[in-house]
């Protein structure tokens, strides 16, 4: 037996049009667990996060070891294994699977390394891998496609670095890969979307730069893309999450200013808009993750180190600035969906939790049904914009 899902849409607009999102997408959780820092190193695994390693240079040289393990559900901290490393800040990490794979960085001693390690959370143990085989450096940047981690540029006793690397967790190894197409950097933000790599903003011989890439594993290839915002910057932060990549915070190459400044990328018209702000303290360094549809980030510093952390849900933003009514119903469906809109000529799209782009459609009429028997059973994200702005988002499930 089919079953419809029908979401009806009653749209009553303020008197002053809807321009876009006012309201704070950030929610503060408990503190970072550890002592307050900056060029942290984090990641998730499943429904968990991880911060770990930094230092401090403030009046005072600090270089850590201890990791973190953060629990949303709970909102709490619990102090995992030492790096295995040791001591380390601006490492490079990513997960694959039930797997972080974590290496890379610079010591207390002013040594760079090109060594990594395996997370190993059943048994809270850092296992050693294959060393990455380009020049030992820090704030390398890294993401991931397939079953395949990806991690290059950063920077080196020889200078800033764009070579890249693949490692294939089966085989233990690495193998190279096109370089990155822009000019040799550190500290730039990474994160992959859609089976493709996306690489940004960062510091360059003598400068801080805004310039975006993408890299396509199936070509080999890199192409740059739209610049990020109005402003070079370096040190920032970024992820991507409810189908859109986001870049923020940061500062100049002067370390004058700390931004708080969060721009939003689409994916498919390559372009760049400004999104509210985060609502913490503008700072360079701060660390984040990803756990299913929300992004953590928190630590840095302004001078000043830091250990507040906060989570980002794009979601919280988008009904508060129109009167929407949304129903959905019956909600999980099996084989069809039906949209009753009281607004035409809007964008419908639908994105796994992974940011996986499933449905894409311009919508002219009040009612839309489309079959939804090819999507794989499961949670999915669905969003509908009108000139621009989002009207809704929200979750469905199909069984």
């Known amino acids: 037996m089919k079953t419809l899902l029908h979401i009806s849409i009653l749209a009553i607009f303020l008197v002053s049009p809807f321009t876009g999102l006012s309201d704070c997408q950030w929610t503060q959780k408990a503190s970072f667990g550890g002592d307050a820092r900056h060029r942290c190193t984090g990641f998730s695994i499943g429904n968990k996060g991880y911060i770990g390693g930094g230092h401090i240079n403030s009046g005072v040289e600090i270089t850590h070891e201890d990791y973190w393990q953060y629990d949303p559900g ?8 030492d790096f295995g490393g040791g001591k380390r800040y601006q490492s490079t990490a990513f997960t694959i699977g039930e797997f972080a794979y974590v290496g890379m960085g610079e010591d207390d001693q002013d040594a760079y390394f090109n060594d990594f390690y395996r997370y190993v959370p059943q048994l809270n143990i850092w296992q050693p891998i294959a060393s990455y085989p380009g020049h030992p450096r820090r704030g390398a940047s890294a993401f991931v496609l397939g ?8 920077q080196s006793d020889f200078g800033y670095l764009d070579d890249f690397y693949k490692y294939d967790p089966v085989a233990d190894d690495w ?3 096109a370089n990155f197409l822009g000019e040799e ?7 992959s979307y859609n089976g493709k790599g996306y690489l940004g903003t960062g510091h360059i011989f003598g400068d801080d730069t805004r310039d975006f890439y993408s890299y396509d594993p199936l070509t080999d290839t890199w192409e740059q893309l ?3 915002g109005t402003v070079n910057r370096q040190d920032a932060t970024g992820f991507a999450v409810g189908g859109y990549g986001y870049i923020g915070t940061g500062n100049d190459v002067d370390a004058t200013n700390d931004y708080k400044d969060f721009w939003r990328y689409d994916f498919e018209t390559d372009t760049w808009e400004q999104f509210n702000d985060f609502c913490g303290e503008g700072r360079r360094y701060m660390v984040s993750f990803v756990i299913g549809e929300t992004a953590y980030a928190g630590t840095g510093t302004d001078g000043t180190n830091m250990k507040d952390f906060w989570s980002f849900d794009p979601l919280l933003s988008a009904n508060k600035n129109q009167l929407a009514t949304i129903q ?5 469906t099996t084989d069809f969906i039906t949209i009753e809109c009281g607004i035409e000529n809007y964008k419908l799209e639908i994105f796994s939790l992974s940011g996986q782009l499933a449905f894409s459609e311009i919508v002219n009429n009040s009612m839309k049904t489309f079959n939804t028997s090819s999507f794989d059973k499961g949670s999915y994200l669905y969003r509908i914009t009108s000139d621009g702005s989002i009207i809704k988002q929200d979750k469905i499930i199909v069984l």
Do not use: H, L
């Open 74 to 81: 709970t909102d709490s901290w619990t102090q995992i294994a």
């Open 147 to 154: 079953e395949f981690g990806y991690v290059g540029t950063g």
């Open 175 to 177: 193998y190279p890969v």
């Open 185 to 191: 950097r550190s500290s730039a933000v990474a994160f």
């Open 226 to 228: 739209a610049d990020v």
């Open 328 to 332: 959905v119903y019956p909600n999980p």
